[in-house]
């Protein structure tokens, strides 16, 4: 499922789409106490994470960024911009997720149901404040 076009919209709905398949995904997974679909949730909530931030990129600065590093930096220069986004902590809950679904998760293989289940949740979240920034 790629998105149809690069605007911030579109980016930010594509991402709500892997979101609700992750959820559904890892439902699933718990309860056939399936671990490869567990880990496709983390890795659906993921994507849709990177893609609901790169949309408020898109907005913020016109491009979208091309690296990982990129990201973290323009996500410091929304933050400047947006300084509600800055006190809602936008940068430290995206780095939270980047260490636990990147590292942890996906990279580590670190797949516990509780901690799976809480940090798909909490993607959720950091995907209604970047909707929130976009509709500021």
């Not at 699933?28 to 671990?35: F, I, L």
């Not at 679904?101 to 149901?113: I, P, Q, S």
């Amino acid at each position: 499922m790629e998105p149809a076009s690069s605007s911030p919209s579109s980016l930010l709905s594509h991402a709500l789409s892997l979101y609700q398949v992750s959820l559904r995904l890892l439902e699933e997974g718990v309860g056939e106490n399936s671990m490869l679909k567990m880990r496709d949730a983390a890795s659906l909530a993921w994507e849709a994470v990177v893609e609901a931030v790169d949309a408020l990129i898109l907005k913020s600065m016109g491009r979208l960024p091309r690296s990982h590093f990129e990201r973290r930096r323009a996500l410091r220069s929304v933050e400047v911009e947006v300084p509600k986004l800055a006190a809602r902590g936008l940068y430290e809950r995206f780095m939270a997720r980047s260490r636990l679904f990147r590292g942890e998760l996906l990279h580590e293989d670190v797949l516990d149901m509780d901690l799976l289940r809480f940090e798909v949740l909490k993607a959720g979240e950091l995907l209604d404040l970047v909707k929130e920034g976009l509709q500021a």
